[in-house]
């Protein structure tokens, strides 16, 4: 099996952990390009820490840097670095390095929140609704094939058939809903898709927190 060029996953900090594993810059834009096509508002602002392998030794990362810029991606620090040299080549590159010990808190931003965002239709197939700097409350249901995101909480008053991610920019996102049926699920960056949600769960009211060990899943008494 092939090695993703662009790897994306959630690691010690809250903050998604981004892998390149490619020293060719035109390859890794072109990789970067169909991520972010794929999931062009789930990629914008994201918020990553670098991992420092062996491939990045061998490009600019002053260019790098700028090529994630660019699709949206927001590089706050670089972690598993060896050594001083390596240290001083990212902090000439305008590069954070991170020591292993330290907390989210430490690297992330606080945000201030306006008031939320209320949809008081069904979000259909196809949909893609954002709350930047929001809660987001549905009072309807959320259709197969749409996507809700906020850098808040979700709550959904309906069956979350969809894609739902709460916590897109912050550590701070829940998701509620009456009836969980959902294609993709993420909270603070840590995510499960359909097929490995709990089937405790399944159609129940239902809300969803993010902890160090992953999803947790908590029966909510039906309204």
Request: aromatic share 8%.
């Amino acid at each position: 099996m092939a090695t993703d060029i662009i790897e994306l996953k959630t690691g010690q900090f809250s903050a998604i952990a981004l892998t390149i594993n490619s020293s060719s810059l035109t390859t890794i834009k072109r990789a970067l390009s169909r991520k972010v096509k794929s999931s062009s508002i789930f990629f914008k602002d994201m918020s990553v820490v670098l991992s420092f392998t062996p491939s990045l030794e061998k490009i600019n990362l002053v260019t790098l840097k700028s090529h994630l810029t660019e699709y949206g991606i927001n590089v706050i620090g670089v972690t598993d670095w060896q050594n001083n040299l390596q240290k001083e080549v990212l902090t000439t590159a305008g590069l954070v390095p991170l020591g292993q010990t330290l907390q989210s808190s430490d690297i992330l931003p606080e945000y201030r929140y306006i008031p939320p965002l209320i949809l008081e239709r069904d979000i259909e197939n196809g949909e893609v609704i954002y709350a930047k700097s929001q809660d987001l409350l549905i009072y309807g249901d959320v259709k197969e094939g749409a996507e809700i995101l906020a850098d808040g909480n979700i709550h959904v008053y309906g069956r979350l058939q969809g894609k739902a991610t709460a916590g897109v920019n912050t550590n701070n996102g829940v998701i509620y809903t009456q009836s969980l049926e959902a294609e993709f699920i993420s909270v603070n960056q840590r995510f499960l898709h359909k097929e490995n949600l709990p089937d405790a769960y399944w159609l129940q009211p239902v809300r969803i927190i993010s902890e160090k060990s992953g999803l947790i899943f908590q029966p909510l008494l039906k309204s």
